[in-house]
């Protein structure tokens, strides 16, 4: 596997494997059309693809202006195989990187994204108004966690 900074081309990619995800699916594509791909990637933070072979197999995005994980989804036939955590940690390392503001992120309860959060070290903060569980990650924690 490897993961590469997420450039235009790849859009497409990123949008089917967002919609094919199991879990946080997305009720309604047109919330998240092309451009917003194109700002959160080129303009608000970076986004970071795996790849299998040549196969884009998941992706994450990190947004600077929120300070939030604005995605982070593998494709299912891909999942298990390690990309989420790598992604993850290339997001983390380019993001703590840049500012030491904390990162957060939101997701639904009783998810397996959930739980990767919470064994990846991320603080389960309460709940947010749309009902997901609001995680964080403090640059001390990235660096305790992550940086060993």
């Known amino acids: 596997m490897q993961i590469r900074e997420a450039n235009i081309e ?8 967002r919609l094919a995800v199991k879990e ?3 009720s309604d594509p047109s919330l998240v059309p092309f451009e917003a791909y194109v700002e959160y990637i080129t303009q608000r933070g970076k986004g970071w693809v795996s790849l299998e072979g040549e196969t884009i197999t998941g992706f994450a995005v990190a947004d600077l202006e929120d300070h939030n994980v604005w995605a982070l989804f593998v494709d299912p036939p891909f999942e298990g195989r390690g990309a989420a955590r790598a992604l993850q940690q290339t997001m983390l390392e380019w993001y703590f990187g840049q500012t030491g503001h904390t990162l957060w992120l939101g997701t639904a309860p009783d998810s397996r994204a959930a739980s990767f959060y919470r064994k990846s070290g991320w603080t389960e903060i309460g709940l ?3 009902g997901e569980i609001r995680f964080e990650m403090t640059k001390a924690d990235w660096e305790r966690i992550f940086s060993s």
Do not use: A
Not at 10 to 17: A, G, K, T, V, Y
């Open 128 to 130: 947010r108004k749309n």
């Open 10 to 17: 790849d859009f497409p990619r990123l949008m089917e494997i």
């Open 24 to 26: 946080n699916r997305l």
